[in-house]
């Protein structure tokens, strides 16, 4: 343990994805380890799912969490562009403020850890300030490996031929990212760019846990490439999610979980910022209503090819009632006992926590993925952007605790009788059996890698000693 006077900063990007875990990063090296922690946020503006986040760390661990807004410009270019490129230029915006609020400090904080995407901030901001530098993947090892992976790669990857990456099975298909095909795309270059900076900070911290993807953990450790190319060690400290606050009265939601039979509910969302097409919504109503199962249904205006259209853009939230206009006609009325439909935003982590939940209809963020992991939830996965096909891969080859349509929903229509189908294999077949056993398992084991002594929770007090050394 190191002096509680210990001062460091934390820089979480735009997005929930983001910002989320890095709130829990913030809490745990609070309270565990009595570091105090300025926690800088880049937002858009005031939002109220946000604001009560960072209520919640400050108040989690009173004078030892200080959060300081950053409010980003909006980037000139149009909202089309590819989310990477918009993201970075937000968050560039936003280094003069960075900048000038660590100089005002009186006492400094000695070290900054910046997520994915802030990476930019080791040369812009912590080299002029001589802090340590750490990096929090918010996302799996698979993912890390492939970003620090991708500067290395001499030829041109190839549609059709499988990417091999250190300690990782070869990604083929759709686990492919688009612009990994495309050395000259701004979202390709950036994510070298990416690659390099995180090979450049002084150690990685990683939102998975050691026995979870063993092999490629022990591939950042092997002397013939990745250690020579990859200096910084990588501390696996997951799974961190956000730990949801005990509310004072009960919301409906809970009060209707509360009435249904054990594990007989789905739960259905598809993270901070994806969106379905209108066809889609319709097929998905249908679907869930065919397979005669209980849900809970976040839903999100439709929007038509665009599977990540509010990842960075606030959310209204459907003060009109506006929603019901796009599902089928008579499916509220007709689903009244069965469904219960919440607009545009759940609580997320409360709900998947709760034992009424079966199974969890996703998009496979990462957090999402952990979330249902740690609360032993079967998935039933249905990727839509960023790296959710690989992390779909994952949890229905790797793991075990998920089942995915045929085709990939970013691309085509999965028609009803598959969703239902889906739902079933889940929720009422002998498949589920399997399914519910793995991912179970993977709870423990979760457990008991961040209990005292288990390999996540001696990974940060690691990055808590070199801070303190
Ligand atoms: N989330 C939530 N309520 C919602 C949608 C999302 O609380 O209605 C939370 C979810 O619990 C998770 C985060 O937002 O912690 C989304 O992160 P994820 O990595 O799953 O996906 P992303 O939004 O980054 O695509």
Known sequence: ????????????????????????????????????????????????????????????????????????????????????????????????????????????????????????????????????????????????SYNLYLPYVKEVIKRGEPFYIPGCEPL???????????????THKDFVHIGYDIASSDGILVNTWDDLEPETLLAFKDTRFMKRIVKPPVYPIGPLVRTGEPTGAKPEIFRWLDCQASGSVVYVSFGSGG??????????????????????????????????????????????????????????GRTRDMGFVVPMWAPQEEILAHGSIGAFFSHCGWNSSLESIVNGVPIIAWPLYAEQNMNATML????????????????????????????????????????????NDLKERAKKALSEGGTSYNALSEVVKKIGD
Request: aromatic content about 8%.
């Open 396 to 439: 229905v080859k790797h793991l075990g605790v998920a089942v995915r349509p045929e085709v990939n929903p970013s691309k085509e229509l999965v028609r009803r009788d598959e969703i239902a189908k889906m739902v079933r294999r889940v929720m009422v077949d002998e498949e589920g059996i399997g399914i519910r056993k793995r991912v």
């Open 1 to 144: 343990v190191i002096p509680s006077k210990t001062h460091i900063a934390l820089l979480a990007s735009p997005g929930f994805g983001h910002f989320i875990p890095v709130v829990e990063l913030a809490k745990r090296l609070a309270g565990l380890h009595g570091l105090t922690i300025t926690l800088f946020a880049i937002t858009p503006e005031v939002h109220p799912v946000q604001d009560e986040l960072l209520r919640s760390a400050t108040s989690s661990w009173p004078g030892l969490i200080n959060t300081v807004i950053l409010p980003y410009e909006e980037p000139t270019f149009p909202s089309n562009v590819d989310p990477v490129p918009r993201m970075l230029a937000m968050i560039r915006s936003v280094f003069p403020s960075l900048r000038s609020s660590i100089s005002s400090m009186t006492e400094k904080p000695i070290a900054l850890i910046v997520d994915h995407f802030g990476t930019e901030a080791i040369r812009a901001v912590a080299n002029e300030f001589n802090m340590l530098k750490f990096v929090f993947i918010c996302t799996n090892a698979w993912f890390l």
């Open 172 to 186: 083929v298909g759709d686990d492919i990212r688009e612009f990994t095909f495309f050395p000259e795309y701004q």
């Open 275 to 332: 969106t379905i097409s209108t066809q889609q919504t319709i097929e998905l109503a249908w679907g869930l209503e065919l397979s005669i199962q209980r849900f809970i249904w976040v839903v999100r205006p439709p929007i038509e090819n665009d599977s990540a259209a509010f990842l960075l853009t606030p959310m209204e939230n459907d003060a009109d009632g506006l929603i019901s206009k796009y599902l089928p006609d008579g499916f509220l």
